[in-house]
């Protein structure tokens, strides 16, 4: 029998195909989906105890309320940090072995960019504090580089992804950072606790409830 006359006497099998693969799609997108909103989840956490932490351990300007020591507060705040980005590099590696073709290769060095970015900047400002920068310059800068390399790897992410909202959520990090500083130490800490979290939170519940889907139909 030649496979044109199977295809005649078995007309469904394409159509069975093609609801398979779409099925297998939708599943792949839900989990993509899942991982990333538990990614924006976790970052929230860390941002919002990470720097509450930084801006209690201020005796001037700080929490009025009560006060975490230095030797707590920046551990602690350091500690969080590291744990968002190892989750980071986890999420986008695991990421790109759903992707197809090309975009899985683009998933995992999407994911280990994170990595690269974050040990640079520490490196960077290592450095800078070696070279003899202030206490102060360093309570705006620290905290301002890390969060413009977050915001700025969020759009490169909605790039990758065809994601307008994790790219709007990478400008509303840059923006944070911008008014921050002009804020100034110690009440950028407060404002890098509570815009930044509430921005994470909003897409978070947006892609849980599949308002905002985390990657076009087309890379799942």
Do not use: K
């Not at 980005?85 to 986008?92: D, E, F, K, Q, R």
């Not at 400002?125 to 003899?132: D, I, V, W």
């Not at 008014?179 to 849980?208: D, I």
């Amino acid at each position: 029998m030649s496979p044109l006359a199977d295809h005649e006497d078995h007309p469904g099998s394409a159509d069975e195909m093609v609801a398979l693969m779409r099925e297998q799609r939708r599943a792949t997108r839900a989990q993509l989906d899942r991982r990333f909103t538990i990614l924006l989840v976790v970052w929230a956490l860390a941002w919002c105890v990470g720097f509450f932490a930084l801006w209690s351990a201020e005796n001037v300007g700080g929490n009025p309320a009560f006060r975490i020591p230095e030797q707590v507060a920046w551990p602690l705040f350091g500690g969080l940090m590291l744990a968002g980005i190892v989750w980071s590099i986890m999420t986008g590696v695991l990421a790109g072995r759903d992707f197809r073709g090309s975009s899985q290769l683009a998933g995992m060095l999407y994911g280990w960019s994170w990595s690269v970015a974050m040990t640079g900047a520490g490196l960077f400002t290592f450095g800078l504090q070696r070279a003899g920068l202030t206490g102060e310059m360093s309570a705006l800068l620290y905290p301002g580089l890390f969060i413009i390399l977050v915001g700025t790897l969020y759009l490169t992410g909605a790039a990758l992804e065809r994601s307008p909202g994790m790219f709007a959520l990478g400008i509303v990090m840059i923006a944070t950072v911008v008014v921050a500083t002009w804020v100034g130490s110690p009440t950028h800490y407060l404002l890098y606790a509570t815009v930044g979290p509430s921005a994470l939170a909003t897409v978070a519940v947006l892609q849980a409830r599949g308002i905002l889907p985390t990657v076009s139909e087309e890379l799942a």
